[in-house]
């Protein structure tokens, strides 16, 4: 068994060698790998990401990544957002019953339960440190490498940690349970939703030309978000994109999380029924 | 030089290729739905390194590779841009890879609740066992 697996490992090591060496010296036809330049439309971002003498196209924001993400491509994100709240509302769907609360009393002790005093200590140490690090990767979305979606999976690695290393019940008495991750989420829906919509709504109350996802001021459309304040770049919208992004995937993640890590006999006694009032 | 490099980036690309093989090969014939879900996020994987390899591009010149889509200034000059779009990768594949990380991320919990409630009810995760299952 153990000589067969080593066997296809190799002979696959060995077809990928000879593939690619293949490749290198055009026995299966010669192309440039990688290609010599990026497409049109690339260099087309790329040269108009932050370019002030372009305000019809620029998004005045350093980084190319989420210019496209929230401006170019804008409407793409906000479909994306919804179905990833469309697979959280399945999994709240699947868990529906099943009350924290109850969970939180049937339970019993917070501090029982969990791994050692030295994992506990160094989380506690931690769990701070993640979120700041996690505020800083959304915070700076429009700057550096990173954005509302990046910072919120980071910062949900904190209470994941903290789920793991103590126990369900710890993280529910300090106040992360399943109410507070819903409104969250909500309220950065909402502010979403809301960044979206308020260039229209400054432009339906002044009788201007306005679009939905507006950043920049355009020459038909004078209405838009500044790219500067007091002399600190925010990009316009990017900035609150990334901040509402960052609250609603921090809540959407901590809320599955925390679904995922309910007691097996709890949920079990759930979904047959028996604990039902 | 050139030539071992593009030796290394053919390596890289057929060993890409070979991972989508064996991942699928777990997806259609591994019976455990956890292993089906392991190897479906290696699948998911692969085919984002694979995008975001499309936006690749040649080393601009033979000591210089070539940059994230970050500019390091704040005002840049028309030199400054010239520069850049010469030098930097493609940033559209990333941007849908972005995307593609996020929804694979909320599909794969979506499918693990799935997975939970099938081991919750029948007491087994292998498809085999709950195929033969009726009612």
């Keep these: 068994m153990r000589v067969k697996r080593l066997l296809v490992l190799g002979s696959l090591i060995v077809l990928v060698l000879t593939l690619s060496l293949a490749f290198t010296n055009g026995a299966l036809g010669y192309y440039p790998l990688p290609l010599p330049g990026v497409r049109l439309l690339a260099s087309w971002y790329l040269y108009t990401t932050l370019n002030p003498w372009y305000p019809m196209f620029t998004v005045m924001?350093?980084?190319?990544?989420?210019?496209?993400?929230?401006?170019?491509?804008?409407?793409?994100?906000?479909?994306?957002?919804?179905?990833?709240?469309?697979?959280?509302?399945?999994?709240?769907?699947?868990?529906?019953?099943?009350?924290?609360?109850?969970?939180?009393?049937?339970?019993?002790?917070?501090?029982?339960?969990?791994?050692?005093?030295?994992?506990?200590?160094?989380?506690?140490?931690?769990?701070?440190?993640?979120?700041?690090?996690?505020?800083?990767?959304?915070?700076?979305?429009?700057?550096?490498?990173?954005?509302?979606?990046?910072?919120?999976?980071?910062?949900?690695?904190?209470?994941?940690?903290?789920?793991?290393?103590?126990?369900?019940?710890?993280?529910?008495?300090?106040?992360?349970?399943?109410?507070?991750?819903?409104?969250l989420r909500t309220a950065g829906l909402l502010g979403i939703y809301l960044t979206a919509l308020v260039a229209v709504l400054a432009g339906l109350l002044t009788g201007l030309n306005a679009y939905v996802f507006q950043n920049q001021p355009k020459s038909s459309a004078p209405i838009g978000l500044p790219a500067q304040v007091s002399n600190t770049l925010i990009s316009g919208s990017l900035f609150f994109f990334n901040v509402f992004e960052y609250l609603a995937v921090a809540g959407g993640f901590t809320l599955v999380f925390i679904l995922l890590s309910i007691p097996e006999e709890i949920a079990k006694s759930f979904i047959s029924g028996e604990s039902h009032e | 030089m050139n030539e071992l490099n593009t030796f290394l980036f053919n390596i890289f690309l057929f060993s890409l290729f070979f991972n989508v093989g064996i991942s699928l090969y777990g997806i259609f014939a591994r019976p455990s739905?956890?292993?089906?879900?392991?190897?479906?996020?290696?699948?998911?994987?692969?085919?984002?390194?694979?995008?975001?390899?499309?936006?690749?591009?040649?080393?601009?010149?033979?000591?210089?590779?070539?940059?994230?889509?970050?500019?390091?200034?704040?005002?840049?000059?028309?030199?400054?841009?010239r520069q850049f779009v010469n030098q930097a990768v493609d940033p559209l594949p990333q941007a849908l890879v972005l995307t593609a990380i996020v929804i694979g991320l909320a599909v794969t919990l979506f499918l693990v609740f799935l997975t939970l409630q099938v081991y919750r009810l029948y007491g087994t995760t292998d498809v085999r066992r709950v195929a033969k299952l009726r009612g």
């Excluded at chain 1, 049937?106 to 200590?121: A, E, F, Q, Y």
């Excluded at chain 1, 800083?136 to 999976?153: D, N, V, Y």
């Design chain 1, 61 to 183: 924001s350093p980084e190319a990544v989420t210019a496209i993400v929230w401006d170019y491509r804008g409407l793409d994100t906000l479909f994306e957002t919804a179905v990833f709240f469309l697979a959280i509302v399945g999994a709240l769907a699947l868990m529906r019953g099943v009350s924290l609360k109850s969970v939180l009393n049937n339970g019993g002790d917070k501090d029982k339960g969990g791994l050692s005093l030295i994992c506990k200590t160094a989380t506690r140490l931690l769990t701070p440190l993640i979120i700041a690090v996690s505020a800083s990767i959304a915070l700076h979305g429009h700057l550096t490498p990173g954005g509302g979606f990046q910072g919120g999976s980071a910062a949900a690695v904190a209470p994941l940690l903290v789920l793991v290393i103590f126990s369900v019940y710890f993280l529910l008495s300090k106040g992360v349970s399943e109410k507070p991750m819903l409104i």
């Design chain 2, 33 to 81: 739905l956890i292993k089906k879900i392991i190897a479906l996020t290696i699948f998911s994987d692969t085919a984002n390194v694979l995008a975001i390899v499309v936006g690749y591009r040649e080393w601009p010149s033979p000591e210089q590779p070539p940059i994230p889509p970050v500019i390091t200034k704040v005002e840049p000059s028309s030199e400054d841009l």
